[in-house]
């Protein structure tokens, strides 16, 4: 390896009505969750596809 630090890729799936959505989320280097870290889901009402992911990691820290 180089040294080279990339950004972890996190897959959130959520559900709204009963229907389930799948979300991605790029973090940076540093900051990976881990399975079971608590994700906020803030969708649109009307097309709950459009949502925003925010990440409350273990260590405190929120992206």
Known sequence: MDGAI???IVRVRYTVD???YTKLKWL???SAPHVG???QVSYCEAKPKKAKISL???DGFES
């Open 6 to 8: 990339f950004p972890y």
């Open 18 to 20: 009963g229907k389930d």
């Open 28 to 30: 940076p280097a540093g």
């Open 37 to 39: 870290d608590l994700a």
């Open 56 to 58: 409350v990691l273990r």
